[in-house]
């Protein structure tokens, strides 16, 4: 982890995992380390991993199987479709107000940027 950058150390290992899953170094099935092994492993509180593993579970990346551990989860990253269906309402609910495709995109991109500042 590097202690110099602004997003806390839970951050950078979910995006870490979620990085070598997008990228398949990582594949369905596959065993991670324990909370336990993985903070001994690169020096950090077995709390600031167990929440980043509790984050990608949630949003279905990974899946914990009691004490046997936790896997990469068999549809990998959901990030993409859950993105996916955020569009779709989206689109639905632009079309309800009667704000044009060019005007929504600009919103969205002006959303997205302020949001990236935060």
């Known amino acids: 982890m590097n202690p110099l950058v602004a997003t806390p150390p839970f951050e950078q290992v979910r995006l870490q995992i979620l990085d070598a899953v997008r990228s398949g170094r990582l594949e369905p099935g596959t065993r991670l380390p324990t909370v336990r092994g993985l903070a001994d492993n690169v020096g950090l ?9 509790r984050e990608l579970e ?8 009691g004490r046997s551990g936790s896997y990469i989860a068999a549809t990998g990253d959901t990030a993409v479709r859950h993105a996916q ?33 935060a």
């Open 45 to 53: 509180a077995t709390n600031t991993v167990a929440r980043a593993y």
């Open 58 to 65: 949630r949003d279905g990346v990974i899946e914990t199987r």
């Open 85 to 117: 269906l955020a569009a779709t309402a989206f689109a639905v609910r632009i079309h309800e107000l009667g704000v044009g495709p060019d005007e929504a995109l600009a919103l969205v991109t002006d959303a997205l940027r302020q949001h990236a500042r």
